[in-house]
Protein backbone atom coordinates (compact mmCIF):
# COMPACT_ATOMS: atom_id res chain seq x y z
CA UNK A 1 0.00 0.00 0.00
CA UNK A 2 1.55 3.31 -0.57
CA UNK A 3 1.83 5.80 1.80
CA UNK A 4 -0.54 8.61 1.27
CA UNK A 5 1.05 12.55 2.02
CA UNK A 6 -0.86 15.85 2.64
CA UNK A 7 0.38 19.52 2.49
CA UNK A 8 0.67 21.13 5.30
CA UNK A 9 -2.27 23.90 4.62
CA UNK A 10 -3.95 20.71 4.04
CA UNK A 11 -3.28 20.07 7.88
CA UNK A 12 -4.02 23.38 9.45
CA UNK A 13 -7.73 23.53 6.87
CA UNK A 14 -8.11 20.05 8.78
CA UNK A 15 -7.45 21.40 12.19
CA UNK A 16 -9.92 24.34 12.18
CA UNK A 17 -12.42 21.64 11.23
CA UNK A 18 -11.24 19.19 14.23
CA UNK A 19 -8.61 20.61 16.88
CA UNK A 20 -8.24 17.41 18.15
CA UNK A 21 -6.10 16.27 14.94
CA UNK A 22 -4.15 14.06 16.16
CA UNK A 23 -0.18 14.69 14.74
CA UNK A 24 3.07 12.99 15.52
CA UNK A 25 6.52 13.98 15.17
CA UNK A 26 9.10 11.09 14.74
CA UNK A 27 12.11 12.91 14.76
CA UNK A 28 14.72 12.30 17.47
CA UNK A 29 13.90 14.17 21.05
CA UNK A 30 17.02 16.55 20.15
CA UNK A 31 15.03 17.88 17.02
CA UNK A 32 11.46 17.79 18.18
CA UNK A 33 13.07 20.38 21.07
CA UNK A 34 14.74 22.28 18.32
CA UNK A 35 11.29 23.28 16.96
CA UNK A 36 8.20 21.54 16.21
CA UNK A 37 4.36 21.80 15.32
CA UNK A 38 2.45 22.95 18.19
CA UNK A 39 0.63 20.49 18.64
CA UNK A 40 2.50 17.73 17.64
CA UNK A 41 3.53 14.70 20.17
CA UNK A 42 7.45 13.31 20.03
CA UNK A 43 7.38 9.74 19.38
CA UNK A 44 10.97 9.06 17.85
CA UNK A 45 10.65 6.90 14.79
CA UNK A 46 12.89 4.33 16.59
CA UNK A 47 10.81 4.03 19.63
CA UNK A 48 7.60 4.12 17.12
CA UNK A 49 5.22 1.13 18.89
CA UNK A 50 2.25 1.12 16.08
CA UNK A 51 0.12 -1.12 18.18
CA UNK A 52 0.50 0.82 21.00
CA UNK A 53 -0.30 4.26 19.53
CA UNK A 54 -3.29 3.18 18.04
CA UNK A 55 -4.20 1.25 21.42
CA UNK A 56 -4.22 4.90 22.74
CA UNK A 57 -6.16 6.78 20.56
CA UNK A 58 -9.49 4.68 22.03
CA UNK A 59 -12.57 6.17 19.96
CA UNK A 60 -10.46 8.27 17.55
CA UNK A 61 -8.92 5.01 16.28
CA UNK A 62 -10.83 5.34 13.32
CA UNK A 63 -9.67 9.03 12.82
CA UNK A 64 -6.73 9.66 10.34
CA UNK A 65 -3.31 9.64 12.41
CA UNK A 66 -0.93 12.71 10.48
CA UNK A 67 2.92 12.14 10.94
CA UNK A 68 5.90 14.54 10.48
CA UNK A 69 9.34 14.91 10.64
CA UNK A 70 12.01 16.89 8.98
CA UNK A 71 11.48 16.80 5.62
CA UNK A 72 9.20 13.95 4.99
CA UNK A 73 11.41 10.75 4.50
CA UNK A 74 10.83 9.44 8.56
CA UNK A 75 7.25 10.47 8.46
CA UNK A 76 6.37 7.89 5.19
CA UNK A 77 8.55 5.41 7.10
CA UNK A 78 6.66 6.21 9.90
CA UNK A 79 3.19 5.42 7.91
CA UNK A 80 5.01 1.95 6.82
CA UNK A 81 5.42 1.01 10.12
CA UNK A 82 1.47 1.44 10.96
CA UNK A 83 0.61 0.04 7.76
CA UNK A 84 2.67 -3.02 8.23
CA UNK A 85 0.76 -3.48 11.57
CA UNK A 86 -2.52 -3.13 9.81
CA UNK A 87 -2.95 0.42 10.16
CA UNK A 88 -4.01 1.99 6.96
CA UNK A 89 -5.26 5.46 8.13
CA UNK A 90 -2.28 7.56 8.48
CA UNK A 91 -0.93 10.19 6.53
CA UNK A 92 2.62 11.77 6.20
CA UNK A 93 3.15 15.54 5.83
CA UNK A 94 4.96 16.60 2.60
CA UNK A 95 7.88 18.44 3.40
CA UNK A 96 8.11 18.17 7.00
CA UNK A 97 8.35 20.67 9.90
CA UNK A 98 10.80 22.06 7.28
CA UNK A 99 7.81 22.86 4.87
CA UNK A 100 5.70 23.71 7.70
CA UNK A 101 7.57 26.63 9.68
CA UNK A 102 8.23 28.23 6.21
CA UNK A 103 4.30 28.26 5.30
CA UNK A 104 4.05 30.37 8.00
CA UNK A 105 2.55 27.71 10.65
CA UNK A 106 2.31 27.94 14.88
CA UNK A 107 5.39 26.22 15.66
CA UNK A 108 7.30 25.85 19.00
CA UNK A 109 10.91 26.64 19.20
CA UNK A 110 12.95 25.67 22.50
CA UNK A 111 16.66 24.75 22.40
CA UNK A 112 18.49 24.89 19.06
CA UNK A 113 20.40 21.80 17.72
CA UNK A 114 21.70 20.23 14.45
CA UNK A 115 19.23 18.33 12.41
CA UNK A 116 19.81 14.55 11.88
CA UNK A 117 20.75 15.42 8.26
CA UNK A 118 23.19 17.73 9.27
CA UNK A 119 24.90 15.45 11.96
CA UNK A 120 24.94 12.35 8.97
CA UNK A 121 26.24 14.75 6.26
CA UNK A 122 29.44 16.09 8.88
CA UNK A 123 30.05 12.67 9.71
CA UNK A 124 30.39 11.93 6.37
CA UNK A 125 32.61 14.78 5.17
CA UNK A 126 34.90 13.93 8.30
CA UNK A 127 34.68 10.00 7.60
CA UNK A 128 35.86 11.10 3.72
CA UNK A 129 38.45 13.60 4.78
CA UNK A 130 40.11 11.75 7.37
CA UNK A 131 40.35 8.93 5.13
CA UNK A 132 42.25 11.10 2.07
CA UNK A 133 44.24 12.55 5.10
CA UNK A 134 45.29 8.73 6.35
CA UNK A 135 45.81 7.83 2.68
CA UNK A 136 48.32 10.82 2.07
CA UNK A 137 50.48 11.54 5.40
CA UNK A 138 50.08 7.34 6.96
CA UNK A 139 49.48 4.65 4.39
CA UNK A 140 47.92 4.87 0.62
CA UNK A 141 45.61 2.01 2.11
CA UNK A 142 43.81 4.20 3.89
CA UNK A 143 41.76 5.73 0.85
CA UNK A 144 39.55 2.63 1.14
CA UNK A 145 37.78 4.61 3.89
CA UNK A 146 36.37 7.05 1.22
CA UNK A 147 35.60 4.13 -0.55
CA UNK A 148 34.02 2.63 2.16
CA UNK A 149 32.07 6.40 2.42
CA UNK A 150 30.51 6.48 -0.65
CA UNK A 151 29.38 2.79 -1.01
CA UNK A 152 27.54 4.18 2.34
CA UNK A 153 26.45 6.91 0.32
CA UNK A 154 25.04 4.99 -3.06
CA UNK A 155 23.10 2.38 -0.55
CA UNK A 156 21.37 5.01 1.31
CA UNK A 157 20.59 6.88 -2.40
CA UNK A 158 19.53 3.58 -3.63
CA UNK A 159 17.58 1.91 -0.98
CA UNK A 160 16.19 5.39 0.89
CA UNK A 161 18.22 3.41 4.35
CA UNK A 162 21.00 4.98 6.07
CA UNK A 163 22.48 2.97 8.82
CA UNK A 164 24.56 5.85 10.18
CA UNK A 165 22.02 8.23 10.25
CA UNK A 166 20.09 5.67 12.36
CA UNK A 167 23.00 5.34 14.81
CA UNK A 168 23.58 9.20 14.99
CA UNK A 169 19.89 9.32 15.92
CA UNK A 170 20.42 7.42 19.21
CA UNK A 171 23.41 8.80 20.10
CA UNK A 172 23.07 10.64 23.42
CA UNK A 173 23.42 14.34 22.25
CA UNK A 174 20.02 13.27 20.53
CA UNK A 175 18.20 12.15 23.44
CA UNK A 176 16.51 14.62 25.78
CA UNK A 177 15.57 14.21 29.78
CA UNK A 178 12.27 13.45 30.98
CA UNK A 179 11.57 17.18 31.75
CA UNK A 180 10.76 17.67 28.07
CA UNK A 181 7.70 15.07 28.71
CA UNK A 182 8.02 13.83 25.44
CA UNK A 183 11.34 11.45 24.97
CA UNK A 184 11.38 8.95 27.54
CA UNK A 185 11.40 5.67 26.22
CA UNK A 186 7.80 3.76 26.05
CA UNK A 187 6.66 7.49 25.04
CA UNK A 188 4.45 6.05 22.47
CA UNK A 189 2.04 4.70 25.44
CA UNK A 190 2.25 8.41 27.24
CA UNK A 191 -0.01 9.93 24.16
Same mark, same amino acid.
Given at each position: ??????? &? +? =????????????????????? =???????? !???????? =??? /?? &???????? @???????????? !????? #??? +? #??????????? %???????????????? =??????? %? $????? @??????? /????? /???????????? $?????? *??????? $????????????????? #? *? !?????? %?? #???? &???
Amino acid at each position: MQVRTVT &C +Q =EVARLREQDPGLELIDVRTPA =EYRSVHAV !GAKSIPLD =ELD /AG &CVMSQRGE @RADKPLYLICAG !GTRSA #KAC +Q #KFIAAGYSNVV %SIDGGTQTWEKAGMPV =EHGKKTL %S $LERQT @RIAIGAM /ALLGA /ALAWFVHPAWVA $LCGFVG *CGLIFAG $LTNLCPLASLIAVMPWN #K *C !GSKDGQ %SA #KGAC &CKM
